[in-house]
């Protein structure tokens, strides 16, 4: 049996186009003989979110999202997914939309509940969320530094505007006057540590021989400070301690009036007898000077002899 032309072009555009739509299908993440459940959740932003994105379970590729719009009355999107048939868990287990990898594009993770509600079947509608990623993170973080900054800078103009009226010409030119004086001030004091360098310098023989001398005298006082240490200083003290209370007991005795000198000092009956005394020969001396005569008689012939 001889195959026409026709028939033959015919089978291959169909095995064509049969070749074509599995290719795009799987290109796409689906399969024409997959009996995968179709579920579906809804959010509020989906930005990254493709068609052909994972579905996983703790990491681990379970379905592909099969297609993205919203939903009937255009409130929020409804990402429609595929799961693995053999998946049994509640319908009250979670669809969390987060970010895949650094470089952008988001997936969906199931947040599996085994224990409360039923079965997930084929047709159900999720509870959704929305895991934050870095770049919200950081937005998060920045937004209210970003509202510091701002207002930093709002003071900072403030500042700036307020100075700028404050800052007339009469203040600018005192402002100049007064940096030119710190200048030349900051000058001199360079130029005066230069000369007290070279001074210094100049001198440091005579410095040298300065501290030489300060070290000598610092020598001769740790030998003087020796020597005072070597001095018998206790038996200076122990004779000086004798002395003194041998100077107490002098002093108690003459208290007490023992002996000629503590009688003259505590009797007062010797006392005015040797006074008496004393002006009775001071006026005897006192007489014998003016009267020679009445005590003293001479002659160069002898002594007359008195009429019997």
Known sequence: MKISRELKTGVLILTCITIFIFGFN??????????????SALYTDVEGLVIGANVTINGMNVGKVKNIDFNENYEKIMVT????????????????????GLIGGKAIAIIPIYENGNVIKNGDVLPSDIKPGLTELVNQQIAPLQDKIEGLLTSADSLFAGVSNVMNYE??????????????????????????????????????????????TSKNLNELTDSLNQMPLNSTIK????????????????????????????????????????????ALLKDLKDNPKKYVHFSIFGRKEKDK
């Open 239 to 282: 004779n000086f301690e004798q002395t003194s209370a041998d100077l107490k007991t002098i002093i108690s005795r003459l208290e007490l009036g023992n002996g000629t000198v503590g009688k003259l000092l505590n009797e007062d009956e010797l006392y005015n007898k040797l006074l008496g005394s004393s002006e009775a020969l001071e």
């Open 171 to 216: 203040t600018q030119n005192n402002l100049k006057l007064a940096l030119k004086g710190l200048t030349e001030s900051i000058e001199n004091v360079t130029k005066l540590t230069k000369n007290m360098n070279q001074i210094v310098k100049q001198n440091e023989r005579n410095f040298k021989g300065t501290m030489d001398n300060l070290k000598n």
């Open 81 to 100: 997914f595929s799961l693995r048939n053999d998946l049994t868990f509640s319908n009250q287990s979670k669809a969390q939309l987060y970010e895949a």
């Open 26 to 39: 799987y290109l796409k993440g689906t399969s024409l003989l997959d009996n995968s459940k179709i579920i």
